[in-house]
């Protein structure tokens, strides 16, 4: 039976169950498409895995489908996405990544990037790398004349010492750091880039490693920090081992999450903001004057409020890692960050780097003498709901309830879904000051991609406030 790649090949990458949509034919396929779609025959494409059982199959059947087309392959073997990334900038090369980031272990995938980290979503090549794959599965995969080699590099070291090199954490005070690392490629990166193993200078930091083997059956916890069960053995080892900061680090170690000396988890708009201001800071210092700033809609007020007031332009996006990269590159952004924790550096190619976020927070919070909370609490004084997820049946009947209800009420801005905002909110507003209770109110639903689904989230001045909204934009959705 025909295999329908369009079930798997999603928006931003290639994710599927591993034997019944994520084979080794599709995967050889799916090379032979991606080094004709990015002209790489001739040239040399780099490809890497997680520690996922069926990873490094995949990758050989990658190398096989890339070198028939006539690319050189360089085998980095196992790494997190972000050291592909570096690859991919460093060497300027395409690259392909086979991981399913956070989801089980039945499930593998592929992240493409073209030379420079610069990503593939279905509209700018994933579509036709899939279309090219389809054609290939039905009649084979034609070997050139001159076919490719294949060879090993371990980027590892280089990786990390790039990272040192972006932000210094030898003078902050000693801290005590928990990472979870949920069995994923954080156990590996964690100790070369924080730690000693790949031979760099000690930092100021005790690392507590909580699940550093790597072992792609997640044995402990699904590698999803997003789930806020996964976040309960960190924030219990933080609090048991007086720590503190927490880091937990998803499957293939792009997103970073953190929580505090409490064991409360901090927010990724709170350490989008606080790394906003402190590259913003940076680059002034270098003499820029005209700086952006990038952040997904659905991150909370105070980060474009903090960018405004760093004296950089904030410039709203879709979600979407794949899209922000582009952004990124179309304005020159020195940083973007979004909800979900995916963070994007002008100095990593525009690319996100969980593990680079990390070391902001570290470096920012390591400088001062206060806890983590009483930072996390300047960067957090609105109330937000968190994403909820409502299966509906016909979403265009509901976004047109919403419609009704809240005509009248507020604005109404279609970036990506639905934006309703009301109150007091002003796009030109400052910070608050201490105390300051501001009567505003805002929620985004945006249908998924691949499911019968509408994603709520909702922000407000009060917590009063934003459990009124959040209500009563639910009960439309789910009204039947």
């Not at 996100?352 to 070391?359: E, P, Q, S, V």
């Not at 960067?379 to 979403?395: A, F, M, R």
């Not at 639905?418 to 030109?428: F, K, M, N, P």
């Amino acid at each position: 039976m025909a295999i329908d790649l369009t079930r798997f090949v999603k928006t931003y990458d290639v994710r599927g169950l591993v034997g019944t949509e994520i084979t080794e034919e599709v995967v050889e396929a799916l090379a032979a498409g991606f080094v004709d779609e990015v002209g790489a025959a001739g040239s040399t494409v780099v490809v890497g895995h997680d520690m996922r059982d069926s990873s490094p199959v995949f990758a050989s059947a990658f190398i096989r489908g890339a070198t028939a087309r006539g690319a050189d392959v360089i085998n980095l073997g196992l790494c997190s996405t972000d050291e592909s990334y570096y690859a991919s900038g460093a060497w300027g090369m395409p690259a392909a990544m086979f991981t399913a980031s956070h989801n089980p272990a039945t499930y593998n995938g592929i992240k493409f990037s073209r030379a420079g980290a610069q990503g593939i979503s279905l509209d700018t090549g994933l579509a036709a790398i899939r279309d090219r794959a389809t054609a290939y599965l039905e009649s084979g995969v034609t070997v050139v004349s001159e076919p490719g080699t294949s060879s090993t590099r371990d980027v590892l070291a280089d990786y990390a010492g790039y990272l040192r090199s972006l932000v210094d954490l030898s003078s902050i005070r000693p801290l005590r750091v928990v990472v979870d690392a949920g069995n994923g490629m954080g156990g590996m990166t964690v100790p070369a880039v924080l730690g000693t193993a790949s031979e760099l200078p000690e930092l100021p930091l005790e690392i507590i490693p909580l699940y550093f083997e790597l072992d792609g059956t997640f044995p402990n916890h699904e590698a999803n920090p997003l789930e806020p069960a996964n976040l309960v053995d960190l924030q219990r080892a933080v609090v048991e081992h007086r720590a503190d900061i927490g880091l937990a680090f998803d499957g293939d170690a792009d997103r970073c999450f953190v929580v505090d000396e409490n064991g409360d988890p901090v927010s990724p708009s709170a350490v989008a903001a606080i790394v906003a201001v402190r590259e913003i800071s940076r680059v002034r210092a270098s003499g820029e004057s005209s700086i952006t700033v990038l952040h997904n809609l659905i991150t909370s007020l105070i980060v474009p409020e903090v960018i405004r007031s760093a004296g950089a332009r904030p410039r709203r996006t879709n979600v979407g890692h794949s899209l922000i990269k582009d952004v990124m590159r179309e304005t020159g952004a020195v940083f973007g960050g979004e909800h979900s924790a995916h963070y994007y550096f002008r100095d990593y190619w525009g690319a996100d780097n969980g593990m680079l976020a990390a070391m902001h927070v570290l470096a920012e919070f390591g400088a001062h003498d206060e806890p983590l909370s009483a930072l996390s609490a300047r960067y957090s004084p609105y109330l937000q709901s968190g994403e909820i997820n409502s299966t509906v049946t016909d979403v265009p009947a509901a976004i047109e309830r919403i419609r009704t209800a809240f005509a009248g009420r507020g604005e109404f801005d279609t970036l990506d879904g639905l934006t309703v905002a009301g109150g007091s909110l002003d796009d030109e507003a400052l910070p608050p000051v201490a105390g300051e209770v501001r009567n505003f109110w805002w929620f985004n639903v945006r249908a998924s991609n691949t499911e019968p689904l509408l994603r709520l989230n909702v922000e407000a001045g009060t917590r009063a406030l934003m459990e009124s909204v959040r209500d009563e934009a639910l009960a439309l959705i789910r009204a039947q």
